[in-house]
């Protein structure tokens, strides 16, 4: 589970005659991800495309045009296991394309001219307003016209001011037509300075609003005549929508094995295949292999890319030297004879090692539980894990959810995430859109648990008082009687802070015991060490004067002492008015005096391991501070959003204040608190009780606020929740680039073998 599924890298020998039932076969098992010769090999060289690739190859492109151009998707699949024949694909295809391709020109044709002659109705319309039939703007010997948009006083008096001696303007909704005698280019240099914007004179004769008819009637045309080839490509869409998309299977199921030997290191007459599978598929890949082709091949497992008892990885087995690419034994009819000539008692490593043909390393297959599976889309979002460290998901699924569901702390809201996470993994196909369906799930149930711990639903305390007679185990510390709760919260995220992040730099200690104990211990360890010394005296009762109360009072039973406060108990300091006070009494008060100075030591014996380590490091010694303390964004959004619930009930119910604790107006009016408790303990009158325009009002303000809330929910917790996760646990150990388990092969879906 935190390790990526073990992987075996094969080799497959054998002669060129089989090499077609070789790659049928694979194909058909959908086990090998296959590694590509990378030339290093002397006497080999990469295969070459069986015949057909290429036309192949072409008719795939043809395919996928027109399933582009008809806008075919998985839902026009039609009838389903269609056996797409060769003829089929010769000759219906042919006419599909013909067909389509006809449609489409036609539709362009229409689209371009639809296109022209709205961009003719614009030009027209200023020509309209201004009434002068088009013929009489131009056509002159001796006379100069102008029209554009300017004022028509700016160009009466720029006229005014220039040489020209004879004109005339008018002017209609800012459309101005100057007439001038004049050659054109002094009445362009006297309209300069009226801000004048030339606008060009369109074809056509008589009057603008006839043309313009005319215009728009021709636009109406087109769209009709648009919309039938828009009807007919539908109709073919709908015709061979699921032959296209069968076909498409078809085609890159043989295109993909026509194209495998690129990937081959090949002789005149042998081939040698390689490739990773998980190592418990092993077994079955070789039966079937040999099932299908007999002994004409030659199956080699060259290495298991397994893990020691210290997490480290074993990257092959040895053997022994003088043996073929891959191990592989002669097979028959020559093959790997002709293998062994061409060089390939060359490919031994001196130290009796397998020199293969790429990367040494395996695919990532993350081994998770169906429970933890979703989580895997928020890891790939920063990147999949190498096969050389650990994976994860696992530790966001225990944590992602536990932050969100602190946060937002609400029955109603948990019932509504779980909602939406159910309809996303119902409702879509995608894998990425039903992970985070399977995400939200879970983290509404813990909004859902940590609702009830609060008794809130949708921000009302009713449920407190119903489960718990009012007096629930937590509170969120947003109301003055309870802020020692918002305390508590911050003690609470930075304990959750230090958990998480230790975690993460125990397995950085794990991942670099690969380097040896030395470098494990110096460049993991160090870190460790600070941060529980650092820690470690911020919690003891050393210079507790100086350090904020709750750190101690949150856990300490009523009647221990308080450190820093002058020997008063803890009941005696919250008392005297302070918001410190003990919450839940464990009976913890802080570490004693020498734990502190301990811690002290323990940072700075770390800080000269991870100066010997890495002496730039050192500038980032306040990260073990810096870093847990940016888990108090838990306790920040918490108050922020149990404010935002607050503040939509206050609109809707109304509430008063009474003792420190906040009372909404569910099952009174604001009068009886009123004279109750004095005018001054009514926040908001509430919307409800504002006559029946209040109350349509409310239920607007109620409904959409919620949603607001909700909304809010996922991108302030659910953001700062992975972001903790990114950055800060993460950034410890993780690094992520592991390449993807893409097997050779193609689960049919539409056609038949």
Same mark, same amino acid.
């Given at each position: ?137 131009? *056509? ?6 102008? /029209? ?32 001038? +005698? ?82 081959? =290191? ?28 007999? @002994? ?8 298991? =890319?397994? +893990?020691?008892?210290?997490?480290? /990885? ?25 293998? =062994? ?28 539980? %169906? ?9 790939? /979002? ?22 969100? %569901? ?6 109603? +809201? ?16 995608? @894998? ?11 983290? *509404? ?235 001054? =303990? ?72």
């Amino acid at each position: 589970m935190l390790r990526p599924e073990r992987m075996s890298r094969v080799s497959v020998t054998g002669s060129k005659g089989v090499m077609d039932d070789v790659v049928e076969t694979v194909h058909g098992l959908r086990m090998l991800h296959v590694t590509e010769y990378d030339g290093s090999w002397e006497g080999f060289e990469p295969g070459t495309p069986e015949e057909g690739a290429d036309e192949a190859s072409q008719k795939l492109v043809t395919v996928r045009s027109l399933k582009s151009i008809l806008g075919v998707t998985g839902e026009d699949v039609g009838p389903s296991n269609q056996l797409v024949t060769e003829e089929a694909l010769e000759d219906q295809l042919e006419d599909i394309r013909q067909d389509v391709n006809e449609l489409d020109d036609r539709r362009d044709e229409l689209r371009d001219e639809l296109r022209s002659v709205e961009e003719r109705i614009d030009t027209m319309e200023p020509f309209v307003a201004l009434g002068i039939d088009l013929d009489l703007l131009r *056509g002159y010997d001796s006379l100069a016209v102008r /029209v554009g948009e300017a004022d028509a006083t700016a160009v009466e008096s720029a006229l005014a001011d220039s040489d020209i001696d004879t004109y005339d303007v008018s002017a209609a909704d800012g459309v101005v037509a100057v007439f001038a +005698y004049a050659d054109g280019e002094t009445l362009q240099d006297a309209l300069v300075n009226a801000n004048f914007t030339a606008i060009e004179v369109p074809d056509g004769d008589g009057a603008p609003k006839e043309y313009l008819e005319e215009l728009r009637h021709r636009k109406q045309q087109l769209q009709s005549k648009l919309q039938t080839v828009e009807d007919e490509i539908e109709d073919v869409r709908l015709e061979v929508g699921g032959f296209l998309l069968a076909a498409e299977e078809e085609l890159t199921i043989e295109v993909q094995k026509r194209e495998a030997p690129l990937t081959f =290191a090949t002789t005149e007459n042998a081939f040698v295949a390689e490739g990773w599978l998980p190592t418990t598929k092993v077994p079955e890949f070789e039966s079937r292999l040999y099932d299908a082709v007999g @002994d004409h091949v030659e199956i080699a497992e060259l290495e298991q =890319a397994e +893990y020691d008892e210290d997490g480290h /990885v074993v990257d092959r087995e040895e053997v022994e030297p003088g043996s073929e690419p891959g191990g592989a034994p002669t097979a028959a009819d020559g093959g790997a004879d002709e293998a =062994a000539t061409d060089g390939g008692e060359q490919q031994a490593r001196a130290d009796g090692g397998t020199v293969t043909m790429g990367s040494d390393d395996p695919p990532v297959i993350q081994d998770n539980p %169906g429970s933890v599976k979703p989580f895997e889309a928020l890891v790939e /979002v920063i990147n999949r894990p190498k096969y050389s460290e650990f994976d994860p998901t696992f530790f966001v699924f225990l944590t992602f959810p536990a932050f969100f %569901g602190f946060m937002i702390g609400d029955l109603g +809201y948990g019932i509504l995430y779980m909602g939406i996470g159910a309809l996303l993994m119902s409702r879509f196909d995608n @894998d990425v859109i039903s992970s985070l369906g399977g995400v939200a799930l879970w983290a *509404g149930a813990f909004t859902a648990v940590f609702g009830v711990l609060y008794g809130e639903f949708f921000g009302l305390h009713q449920l407190g008082e119903i489960v718990f007679g009012g007096e629930p185990p937590m509170h969120k510390g947003l109301q003055p009687a309870f802020a020692k709760y918002a305390l508590t919260w911050l003690t609470v995220s930075v304990f959750a802070g230090l958990v998480h992040l230790i975690i993460g730099y125990v397995l950085d200690f794990v991942e670099n015991l690969e380097h040896g104990v030395v470098d494990a211990v110096t460049e993991s360890g160090s870190w460790i060490l600070m941060m529980v010394g650092i820690w470690a005296f911020i919690f003891s009762s050393f210079a507790a004067s100086v350090k904020p109360a709750f750190l101690f009072a949150s856990f300490a039973r009523p009647d221990q002492i308080l450190p820093g406060s002058g020997g008063m108990t803890v009941e005696e300091f919250h008392a005297a008015g302070n918001a410190a006070a003990s919450v839940y009494p464990i009976g913890f008060n802080g570490l004693p005096e020498v734990a502190g100075l301990a811690g002290l030591g323990m940072f700075a014996v770390g800080l000269v391991m991870l100066a010997y380590a890495d002496l730039i490091e050192v500038v980032e010694f306040l990260n073990v501070l810096v870093n847990v303390l940016s888990y108090t964004r838990l306790a920040a959004v918490l108050l922020a959003k149990a404010g935002m619930a607050f503040v939509v009930n206050l609109l809707f119910f109304g509430a008063y204040s009474h003792n420190g604790e906040f009372h909404f107006l569910i099952n009174e009016g604001p009068a009886g608190p009123r004279a109750e408790f004095g005018a001054e =303990a009514v926040m908001f009158d509430g919307l409800i009780h504002m006559g029946i325009v209040g109350v349509l009002f409310g239920i607007v303000v109620f409904v959409l606020g919620h949603l607001l809330v909700l909304a809010l929910g996922v991108t302030s917790a659910g953001l700062q929740a992975v972001r903790l996760e990114y950055v800060e646990f993460f950034g410890k150990f993780y690094e992520g680039g592991g390449k993807p388990y893409l097997p050779f092969g193609k689960e049919r879906e539409y056609t038949s073998d």
